[in-house]
């Protein structure tokens, strides 16, 4: 079974300052990972995707995030916050053997200050 | 590729009455996903198809709701008889299977609201 935990259902940070989205994963078979990006009334855009090759994978808009498969984590990191970098974010995971069944977590807010 | 799409973009309707949903994948793309987002049970898969055949609907909440993919092209979720309970946001994706898991595109999702 696979279930994946994001571990902070809001973060706010300040225009300019890095922000860290915290996922941790559960999984029986080597799994896949993915973030996606909400922004309000839209829908869900891939910012990135690990699927067994490189360990630190970048995604779009200067996103990146490193799977850590002692620590079963997936955190996604950004150096310096942008004000359209404001929208919800979920981690996802997909096992091999799920006919590419997607498990969502419950999503992390993010608000940006000036 | 005009990615997924789905229509409408929003619904209102009454109690009671049948609501259908439409989604149109990515062409050349084999599996296809409903989900519902709430702001209480957050995304919830429903259903999805792979090749056009039903693999594993048991997130459909009840007999009310049933989805359909009659070619590789298109797919319905029809929810009949509608209640104020199914307001949420209906998302489609689809992907390419064997295509390093990763391929899933989203529609911009359907807002219903049941009054």
């Known amino acids: 079974a696979q279930s994946v935990t994001q571990l902070d259902s809001h973060v706010s940070v300040s225009e300019g300052t890095p922000v860290l989205l915290r996922c941790n994963y559960s999984?029986?078979?080597?799994?896949?990972l993915f973030w996606y990006v909400q922004h309000p009334n839209k829908g869900l855009q891939l910012l990135l995707k690990y699927t067994s090759a490189a360990t630190l994978v970048k995604g779009i808009n200067g996103f990146e995030a490193e799977f850590k498969k002692s620590e079963t984590s997936f955190h996604l990191t950004k150096p310096s916050a942008h004000m359209s970098d404001a929208a919800e974010y979920f981690c996802v995971v997909s096992e091999a053997d799920s006919w590419g069944k997607l498990q969502f977590g419950a999503g992390t807010q993010v608000v940006v200050t000036p | 590729d005009a990615g997924v799409i789905q229509s409408p973009r929003h619904e209102v309707t009454e109690m009671g009455q049948e609501v259908t949903l439409r989604c149109k994948p990515i062409?050349?793309?084999?599996?296809l996903f409903w989900y519902r987002q709430t702001m209480m049970r957050g995304l919830e898969l429903l259903i999805y198809?792979?090749?056009?055949?039903?693999?594993?609907d048991s997130g459909m909440p009840e007999d009310r709701f049933s989805a359909k993919m009659p070619n590789a092209s298109f797919s319905t979720l029809k929810i009949q008889p509608s209640e104020p309970r199914d307001s949420a946001v209906y998302f489609c994706?689809?992907?390419?299977?064997?295509?390093?898991?990763?391929?899933?595109?989203f529609g911009s999702g359907t807002r219903l609201t049941v009054v």
């Open positions: 062409s050349g793309h084999n599996s």
């Open positions: 994706a689809s992907s390419l299977m064997g295509q390093g898991m990763g391929g899933y595109t």
């Open positions: 999984s029986s078979y080597s799994p896949s």
């Open positions: 198809f792979n090749n056009n055949v039903p693999i594993d």
